[in-house]
């Protein structure tokens, strides 16, 4: 629960971008019906959000790493906990991925990418899915690499955005404009990591970039494959606490 203590504002936040404000107005009580969220409130709360996903937000510190033991025998697995892929250790990398996953699964959300989509049609100064597709990339696959531990995590945060923008690209749920304009970023994301592939000397990025360009190559030759990965399961964060085997509350016999 800590490590998400921000999840609550981030819903919040992404609520400002493509969002609508509105009432229930009753006639004659001037109420404004819809409001369009001002440009400049929307990219501060984009700016807030992707704040989130850098590795100098989702980077654990090494002596908190060090401190967390794999679970002890006869301690199940609980709702609370994050879930990885080093067995019984701790997976730092996949607290990363779970929280960027929270931010950028929000951002690229089926109706919220629809509802950038229309309101920048209908006002030129509200922004548009395509810029904040881009933004999204700027603070993910497109940031300048780092070494160590916190390129693993900027690794780990692009992973992220390749699939969920690859998953709304083949949503069925999601409307054809926005599948389109998703599939044209993907396309274009492409170029440009065989492009960085090509250049970048490290061989961890190096891998990175090609398979990430696989990926999209994959999803364009086989529509709506990415739909099928699997996320890691994000703790549900509400209501926070342990249903099962509460045995603080029980009484001895």
């Not at 054809?176 to 274009?188: I, M, P, T, W, Y």
Request: hydrophobic share 40%.
């Amino acid at each position: 629960p800590m490590y998400f203590f921000h999840r609550y504002q981030t819903e919040a936040a992404v609520k400002l971008v493509g969002g609508l404000n509105y009432r229930y107005a009753l006639r004659g009580d001037e109420q404004p019906v819809t409001q369009f969220i001002a440009p400049d409130v929307q990219e501060r709360a984009l700016a807030a959000l992707l704040a989130t996903i850098t590795p100098q937000s989702l980077a654990l510190p090494e002596r908190i790493l060090q401190s967390i033991p794999p679970r002890p025998m006869f301690y199940d697995r609980h709702r609370e906990l994050i879930s990885g892929r080093t067995d019984l250790a701790f997976d730092g990398l996949a607290a990363a991925e779970n929280a960027a996953t929270l931010t950028i699964g929000l951002l690229l959300h089926p109706a919220r990418a629809a509802r950038l989509l229309e309101h920048h049609a209908r006002d030129a100064k509200q922004p548009s899915l395509e810029s904040v597709i881009d933004k999204i990339a700027a603070a993910s696959t497109k940031a300048v690499p780092l070494e160590g531990y916190q390129a693993a995590v900027q690794i780990t945060t692009s992973d992220v955005f390749v699939i969920q923008l690859l998953k709304l690209a083949g949503d069925e749920n999601a409307s054809h404009q926005v599948r389109s304009v998703a599939l044209l970023k993907a396309n274009q994301l492409k170029t440009w990591l065989l492009s960085h592939a090509e250049a970048v000397a490290d061989e961890q990025w190096k891998a990175h970039y090609i398979h990430a360009a696989g990926q999209i190559r994959r999803a364009q030759e086989q529509e709506g494959s990415m739909n099928n990965s699997k996320d890691l399961t994000i703790p549900p964060g509400q209501p926070i606490g342990q249903s099962e085997g509460d045995y603080c509350s029980q009484q001895p016999d």
